[in-house]
Protein backbone atom coordinates (compact mmCIF):
# COMPACT_ATOMS: atom_id res chain seq x y z
CA UNK A 1 0.00 0.00 0.00
CA UNK A 2 1.21 3.44 -0.64
CA UNK A 3 1.51 6.81 1.26
CA UNK A 4 -2.08 7.99 -0.24
CA UNK A 5 -3.84 4.64 0.65
CA UNK A 6 -3.25 5.01 4.03
CA UNK A 7 -3.52 8.56 3.88
CA UNK A 8 -7.27 8.12 2.31
CA UNK A 9 -7.91 5.55 4.87
CA UNK A 10 -7.07 7.98 8.09
CA UNK A 11 -9.03 10.10 6.34
CA UNK A 12 -12.47 7.66 5.90
CA UNK A 13 -11.99 6.81 9.31
CA UNK A 14 -11.91 10.28 11.00
CA UNK A 15 -15.13 11.12 9.04
CA UNK A 16 -16.74 8.52 10.16
CA UNK A 17 -15.78 8.68 13.51
CA UNK A 18 -16.97 12.26 13.44
CA UNK A 19 -20.55 11.82 11.58
CA UNK A 20 -21.74 11.34 15.40
CA UNK A 21 -20.62 14.73 16.55
CA UNK A 22 -21.24 17.51 13.98
CA UNK A 23 -19.75 20.05 16.42
CA UNK A 24 -16.49 18.48 15.75
CA UNK A 25 -16.73 18.80 12.04
CA UNK A 26 -17.64 22.24 12.81
CA UNK A 27 -14.69 23.14 14.90
CA UNK A 28 -12.70 21.01 12.33
CA UNK A 29 -13.81 23.42 9.63
CA UNK A 30 -13.31 26.64 12.01
CA UNK A 31 -9.90 25.52 12.57
CA UNK A 32 -8.49 25.38 9.35
CA UNK A 33 -10.00 28.67 7.53
CA UNK A 34 -8.56 29.92 10.42
CA UNK A 35 -5.23 28.28 10.34
CA UNK A 36 -5.36 29.88 6.30
CA UNK A 37 -6.31 33.16 7.37
CA UNK A 38 -3.15 33.33 9.23
CA UNK A 39 -1.04 31.90 6.57
CA UNK A 40 -2.37 34.62 4.43
CA UNK A 41 -1.78 37.32 7.09
CA UNK A 42 1.70 36.32 7.50
CA UNK A 43 2.37 35.96 3.65
CA UNK A 44 1.01 40.02 3.74
CA UNK A 45 3.42 40.95 6.89
CA UNK A 46 6.24 39.20 4.73
CA UNK A 47 5.80 40.80 1.92
CA UNK A 48 5.22 44.36 3.27
CA UNK A 49 8.51 43.58 5.68
CA UNK A 50 10.49 42.73 2.58
CA UNK A 51 9.16 46.14 0.40
CA UNK A 52 10.16 47.96 3.29
CA UNK A 53 13.83 46.83 4.07
CA UNK A 54 14.39 47.04 0.62
CA UNK A 55 13.45 50.93 0.66
CA UNK A 56 14.84 51.78 3.87
CA UNK A 57 18.37 50.06 2.34
CA UNK A 58 18.26 52.24 -0.64
CA UNK A 59 17.55 55.32 1.30
CA UNK A 60 20.66 54.41 3.69
CA UNK A 61 22.60 54.54 0.75
CA UNK A 62 21.77 57.17 -0.38
CA UNK A 63 22.27 59.04 3.25
CA UNK A 64 25.78 57.36 3.17
CA UNK A 65 26.87 58.65 -0.36
CA UNK A 66 25.20 62.20 0.12
CA UNK A 67 27.54 62.38 3.59
CA UNK A 68 30.69 61.29 2.21
CA UNK A 69 29.84 63.89 -0.91
CA UNK A 70 29.25 66.67 2.36
CA UNK A 71 32.65 65.85 4.17
CA UNK A 72 34.84 65.34 1.25
CA UNK A 73 32.97 67.66 -1.49
CA UNK A 74 32.51 66.45 -4.91
CA UNK A 75 35.42 68.34 -6.33
CA UNK A 76 37.97 67.54 -4.07
CA UNK A 77 40.39 64.24 -5.37
CA UNK A 78 39.83 61.62 -2.82
CA UNK A 79 42.71 60.44 -0.81
CA UNK A 80 44.83 57.41 -1.58
CA UNK A 81 47.00 55.50 0.88
CA UNK A 82 50.28 57.60 0.03
CA UNK A 83 48.82 60.96 0.58
CA UNK A 84 49.22 61.29 4.61
CA UNK A 85 53.06 61.28 3.24
CA UNK A 86 53.12 64.40 1.24
CA UNK A 87 53.80 67.74 2.87
CA UNK A 88 50.61 69.74 3.72
CA UNK A 89 49.82 71.95 0.65
Same mark, same amino acid.
Given at each position: MGITEEGGKIAT !????????TPLGVALLVV???FLAFVAYVLGEISENSK !?????QMELISRLVTDIRDCRAGPALPRLTEMDHLLPPR
Amino acid at each position: MGITEEGGKIAT !SAIDSMRGTPLGVALLVVNLAFLAFVAYVLGEISENSK !SRNQTQMELISRLVTDIRDCRAGPALPRLTEMDHLLPPR
